[in-house]
C-alpha cells in the first residue's frame, strides 16, 4: 500500500500522457473494424412466377451484412446505408437464390469495404396457387344487457376470396369477424378486421402470404327486447269408448323469444294446432317447430326450437270397476267349480269305499259258509 501512495501524482500523470499517446496514435492511423448489421432483404421479380399460376415463398426477411470500416466511421454505419436483395429470376430448381448486396452511397466505398451476406443465399418455395371463396362468419364476445338479445348481425360483403398457396389455404377452415357485443341495448354499427380460423374453430396468426379481397369488414348488429311467452295448445276428437283425456303435457311450456317492443306488447302466447284424440287408447305425442308458429316480426331468442305435446289419455273408471268385477266373478265361479269337483270326487271315494267293504263281508261270509258245509260233509262220512 505504502508503494502505491509513493509518488501518486507522478503516477497519475503518466497514466493520463499514456492515455492521450494512445489516442493520438490511434486517430493517425485510423485502423480498420469489423461490423454488421441486420439488413431487410428486397424482392426483385415478384411476379416472376404469376404466368404459369404459382405462389413463392422464402424462408427469411433480413439477412446480416458483415463488413470493414475505418474506425473513426464505424459509428456512422447504418443498416439503411445497404441494399440488400434476392431476384426471382435466379430461381433453380434447387430453390436456392443468390443474396446480393450493395451500398446505397457509393461516396462510402472508400471507407466501407469486404462487404458480404450471411446467408449468402436463401431457400425460395413455389407451389400452386390457389384462389377460395368464404362465407363470412361472425362470432361474439361479452353478453347483452339483461332483457335484450343480439338477433342477428349482417356483414358486408357476406363472402370473401383468400389468395394463397394451396398448403395454407388447406389450413383456413372458414374467415370471419369477431365482434364485442357486451353491455348491447340498442343497434349498432362499425368494422372489423378479418380473422383466419382453422377446423377447431381457433385463430391461425402465421398466414403472411395469404392476401384478401378485403382485409376489413363493416358489420352491423340488429338488438331486440326479449319476453318468455307461454306455449299452448288443444284437442280435437274423442277417445275410443272406454277411455277419456286426462289432460295436455307441453314441454317446454314456455319459449324466450325476441322483436320489436311494440311489437311484443302484442303477443302473449304461442298457440300450436290442436291434437287429434279421436279413437285413441294410449297417449298421443306430437312434436312442432316452434319457429312455425311464431308472428312475424318475432323470432326465437334461444336455439332449442322443438315443442312436445302430449295428450294424456287413460281408462274410464266405471269401466275399470266392471273389468274388476268381471274378473271376481269368474274368480268366484272357477273356485266353486273347483269345490263342487272337490266334493264330487269325496264322494265317490266314499261310495267306492262301503261297496268294496260290502263285497269283501259277502265274500268272507259265503267262504265261511263253504267252510262249514265241507267240515259237516266230513263229519258225515266219518260217521259212516
Known amino acids: 500500500m505504502k508503494y502505491f501512495k509513493n509518488n501518486l501524482a507522478l503516477k497519475l500523470f503518466s497514466i493520463g500522457l499514456a492515455l492521450l499517446l494512445w489516442l493520438i496514435v490511434f486517430n493517425v492511423s485510423n485502423p480498420e473494424q469489423k461490423g454488421s448489421r441486420t439488413v431487410e432483404l428486397n424482392i426483385l421479380n415478384r411476379d ?34 445497404f ?9 433453380s430448381i434447387t430453390g436456392a437464390v443468390p443474396v446480393y448486396v450493395e451500398l446505397k452511397n457509393s461516396e462510402n466505398s472508400s471507407v466501407i469495404q ?15 396457387l390457389q384462389i377460395k371463396k368464404f362465407t363470412l362468419t361472425t362470432n361474439r364476445r361479452g353478453k347483452e344487457k339483461d332483457g335484450y338479445v343480439v338477433s342477428s348481425i349482417h356483414t358486408e360483403p357476406e363472402t370473401i376470396y ?30 372489423e378486421k ?69 311489437l311484443l306488447e302484442s303477443v302473449t302466447a304461442i298457440n300450436l294446432p290442436a291434437i287429434d284424440v279421436s279413437s285413441a287408447n294410449t297417449d298421443v ?10 308472428p312475424k316480426g318475432i323470432s326465437l331468442a ?39 269337483t272337490a266334493e264330487s270326487s269325496t264322494e265317490e271315494t266314499k261310495e267306492s269305499k262301503e261297496t268294496k267293504e260290502s263285497k269283501e263281508s ?18 258225515d262220512a266219518e260217521k259212516e
Do not use: C, H
Open 285 to 294: 305425442k306430437k312434436e312442432f317447430s316452434i319457429v312455425d308458429y311464431l
Open 194 to 262: 378479418a380473422v383466419f380460423y382453422d377446423a377447431n374453430g381457433k385463430t391461425i396468426d402465421s398466414l403472411e402470404n395469404v392476401t384478401l379481397s378485403q382485409s376489413e369488414i363493416d358489420y352491423t348488429i340488429v338488438v331486440n327486447k326479449k319476453k318468455n311467452l307461454k306455449i299452448t295448445s288443444s284437442t280435437t276428437g274423442n277417445p275410443q269408448s272406454g277411455y277419456s283425456l286426462s289432460g295436455l303435457e307441453i314441454s317446454p311450456s314456455t319459449a324466450s323469444v325476441s322483436g320489436n317492443e311494440s
Open 362 to 379: 259277502k265274500e268272507g261270509k259265503e267262504s265261511k259258509e263253504g267252510k262249514s258245509s265241507e267240515e259237516k260233509q266230513t263229519k
Open 83 to 91: 441494399n440488400a436483395y434476392i431476384d426471382l429470376k435466379d430461381y
Open 302 to 340: 334461444e336455439p332449442n326450437s322443438t315443442v312436445t305435446v302430449t295428450a294424456k289419455i287413460q281408462k274410464n273408471e266405471e269401466t275399470t270397476k266392471e273389468s274388476t268385477v268381471k274378473e271376481e266373478s269368474e274368480s268366484t265361479t272357477e273356485e266353486s267349480k273347483t269345490e263342487t
Open 162 to 191: 383468400a389468395t394463397g398457396p394451396e398448403s395454407s389455404i388447406g389450413r383456413i377452415s372458414s374467415i370471419g369477424i369477431l365482434i364485442n357485443v357486451d353491455g348491447l341495448s340498442e343497434n349498432t354499427s362499425g368494422k
Open 114 to 128: 469486404d462487404i458480404v451476406a450471411k446467408p449468402s443465399v436463401v431457400r425460395v418455395s413455389v407451389e400452386d
Open 48 to 81: 416472376a412466377f404469376s404466368a404459369d399460376n404459382k405462389t413463392w415463398e422464402i424462408d427469411r426477411n433480413t439477412v446480416t451484412v458483415s463488413y470493414t470500416v475505418r474506425s473513426n466511421m464505424a459509428s456512422s454505419v447504418q443498416a439503411s446505408d
